[in-house]
């Protein structure tokens, strides 16, 4: 097993559709390279996902960061704005801001906070109104 | 089932397909939401969609899908046949809805599946 934590970041750009979901593409490779088990894996894909698109489609920009450990992924996301109003309101399953343009590319389901969090052993989203979002995940690998 | 089998049975047209590749589908998933899609399709199936957009190589990528069919004569833009080339991506068009699609799977032998919670 890994005896360091391996750290990486990704930054994310917003409004940029074509790229979205490359980072995540890139943590997963990361995931299955150090031979984590697919389910692990696949929980990982869809929150690193989740979390990209949200800064993407709803932030004006941010990153993604990654640390390994021997035990579990820890994942992270910030942002620098527009913050959250209500977390409660956007934890709910259906709850998007997302504009009719955007729905009709087949995201702001609000779908995304949900399963994140769905997936996750641990879960954690502070905002601020006017300084950002910031998103703290943990998922564990199952061996120690 | 492999996917040469459906692309033939079904009459698709193939839009991207890497070379020497042929994979294996066991199963099926519908919807043009993505995130419903990512929470839900499971490995080594086929989806139909009618977007189009490159974001949909990314949740094949990640879902690690068997193939997109695009239903309803729908064109990928082109810079999703870029992605798709770039990550091995195989990419169908087919001028039948989604449901026929569906239809025609199911006759087949190919079921809908789903990622359980
Ligand atoms: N990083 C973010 N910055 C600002 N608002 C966000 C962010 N992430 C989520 N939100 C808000 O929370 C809502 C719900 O998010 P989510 O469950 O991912 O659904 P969706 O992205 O489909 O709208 C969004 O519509 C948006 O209003
Ligand atoms: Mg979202």
Same mark, same amino acid.
Request: with cysteine; aromatic share 4%; glycine share 10%.
């Given at each position: 097993?890994?005896?360091?934590?391996?750290?990486?970041?990704?930054?994310?750009?917003?409004?940029?559709?074509t790229?979205?979901?490359?980072?995540?593409?890139?943590?997963?490779?990361?995931?299955k390279?150090?031979?984590?088990?697919?389910?692990?894996?696949?929980?990982?894909?869809?929150?690193?996902?989740?979390?990209?698109?949200?800064?993407?489609?709803?932030?004006?920009?941010?990153?993604?960061s990654?640390?390994?450990?021997?035990?579990?992924?820890?994942?992270?996301?910030?942002?620098?704005?527009?913050?959250?109003?209500?977390?409660?309101?956007?934890?709910q399953?259906?709850y998007?801001?997302?504009?009719?343009?955007?729905?009709?590319?087949?995201?702001?389901?609000?779908?995304?906070?949900?399963?994140?969090?769905?997936?996750?052993?641990?879960?954690?989203?502070?905002?601020?109104?006017?300084?950002?979002?910031?998103?703290?995940?943990?998922?564990?690998?199952?061996?120690? | 089932?492999? *996917?040469?089998?459906?692309?033939? $049975?079904? =009459? #698709?047209?193939?839009?991207?397909?890497?070379? @020497?590749?042929? +994979?294996?589908?066991?199963?099926?998933?519908a919807s043009?939401?993505?995130?419903?899609?990512m929470?839900?399709?499971m490995?080594?199936?086929?989806?139909?969609?009618?977007?189009?957009?490159?974001? *949909?190589?990314?949740?094949?990528? $990640?879902? =690690? #899908?068997s193939?997109?069919?695009?239903?309803? @004569?729908?064109? +990928?833009?082109?810079?999703?046949?870029?992605?798709?080339?770039?990550?091995?991506?195989?990419?169908?068009?087919?001028?039948?809805?989604?449901?026929?699609?569906?239809?025609?799977?199911?006759?087949?032998?190919?079921?809908?599946?789903?990622?359980? =919670?």
């Amino acid at each position: 097993m890994l005896q360091n934590k391996l750290s990486y970041a990704f930054p994310i750009e917003a409004s940029d559709f074509t790229k979205a979901g490359d980072a995540a593409g890139k943590i997963k490779k990361i995931l299955k390279l150090a031979g984590l088990p697919a389910t692990v894996i696949r929980r990982v894909a869809i929150i690193a996902y989740e979390a990209e698109m949200n800064i993407v489609i709803h932030s004006v920009g941010g990153s993604l960061s990654l640390d390994l450990t021997s035990t579990r992924v820890e994942m992270a996301s910030q942002d620098n704005g527009p913050g959250i109003p209500d977390i409660d309101l956007a934890l709910q399953e259906g709850y998007s801001t997302a504009s009719d343009e955007v729905r009709a590319l087949g995201f702001g389901a609000g779908m995304g906070l949900p399963n994140i969090r769905r997936n996750a052993d641990h879960f954690c989203i502070q905002s601020e109104v006017g300084v950002g979002t910031n998103l703290e995940v943990w998922i564990d690998i199952g061996v120690s | 089932m492999k *996917i040469s089998e459906i692309e033939e $049975l079904l =009459e #698709l047209e193939p839009l991207n397909k890497p070379q @020497g590749t042929d +994979p294996n589908v066991a199963g099926g998933y519908a919807s043009d939401l993505l995130s419903d899609v990512m929470g839900k399709a499971m490995a080594d199936t086929v989806w139909i969609t009618i977007q189009a957009h490159p974001n *949909i190589v990314a949740v094949a990528v $990640l879902v =690690e #899908l068997s193939a997109i069919i695009l239903a309803n @004569g729908v064109k +990928p833009d082109q810079k999703t046949l870029e992605k798709a080339k770039e990550q091995d991506v195989i990419i169908y068009g087919s001028n039948k809805s989604a449901f026929t699609l569906a239809g025609e799977l199911y006759k087949a032998g190919v079921l809908g599946v789903r990622k359980q =919670e």
